[in-house]
């Protein structure tokens, strides 16, 4: 017995020592993913909901407001009184700038309001209300102090339903937001229509692309090859860059159709959704051909050979046997080339027009110019939610029970 006991210790010993020489392995890579990908999306998620400039720099109004009860028309005379401190404060340290650009995104004109305001207000009032309605008449209307109360945080769905085309108004509904600032379901569809249609593109170029490669002898295969991955070796700005020289009205292809008599002046081919298809098209394509020829690889020539010995025609025999071994390449390939494309945004912003930038555009242009974090964090959590959904797909189809090579 005590032998038994002692080769069993042994042995857990050794699978200890196994898995923590495992974990040894893997480690840095942790580490790395959870540095450069998990710490930066978990900001930018929390970002989307975390909201404390306004509290940091209004306070006293912040904590006034939980006496806010009849949200149908404006609070009582202490919060006004609590608002006046609190802009005299921010105007001697500087700090109105804050409150004036965070109540900016929910009003409109609402940095003037802010600024306007503390110019106008007096040192001291009997009633802070009647001075600030003298000042502005909008600090009477509920939907003012609503946007303040959104604002005050810690916790926010200001930009999640910002993001959605929504908006929470002062009793606690929820709606659509005014028509002419509905844009980003839009844009959204937008995203996904381009994404679709790119990714179709692919396939569909893909497919012979990685045909041919599987069934040439490895040395040309070889060859063939390098010319899909030489793409990989040069810049896509260069690549982008490129095809505006290409697409151009003077450009490569318009003369030559213009010099073949095939048109008779030149088609507008860049700046339009046109241009963007073809450009992310090309940048695209070795992401679905790869996926592809790795499972045709796979694919033994027996079966279509096979299939038409039993009376299948080569198309029959392709369609019913080849086509199916293939599908979870097609469903890789889409799948991968589909998320690529949903966080374009280079190439849409310099071969696309005003109405063909993607989400990512907005994105881009809350995070960089105007410095609206909360808004490019919502709007990026939709497109993380949109990778997220698409990751269960694949699972769906490659995972266990989902399609598989016969």
Partial sequence: MSRASDLKSQLARAERRRRWRAFALVAPLFVYLLVIFVIPIGSMMLRSVHDVELRDAWPRVSAALDGWADRTKAPEEAVFAALATDMKAAKASGTQAVPARRLN????????LVFSTVRKLPDSAERWTDA????????????????IDQARGPAT?????????R???ADGSIALTEENRRIYLSVLAR???VSAIVTLLCLLLAFPVAYLLATQPPARANLLMILVLLPFWTSLLVRTAAWIVVLQEHGLVNNALVSLGLISEPLQLIYNRTGVYVAMTHV????????LYSVMKGVKPIYMRAA???????TVAFLRVYLPLTAPGLAAGGLLVFILALGYYITPELIGGAAD?????FIAYYTSDTVNWGMASALGALLLAATLALYAVYNRLVGPGGVRMG
Avoid: C
Wanted: glycine letters at 6%.
């Fill in 191 to 193: 995203t996904f229509q």
């Fill in 284 to 291: 695209l394509l070795p992401f679905a051909v790869l996926p």
């Fill in 308 to 314: 038409m010995s039993l009376g299948a025609r080569p």
């Fill in 167 to 169: 908006v929470k108004h």
């Fill in 157 to 165: 769905s200001f930009f999640l339903l910002a993001a959605a085309d």
């Fill in 105 to 112: 995104y929910a009003i409109e004109g609402g940095r003037s």
């Fill in 357 to 361: 930038q993607m989400l990512s555009h």
């Fill in 132 to 147: 600030f309605l003298a000042a502005d008449a909008r600090w009477g209307e509920p939907e003012t102090w609503n946007a």
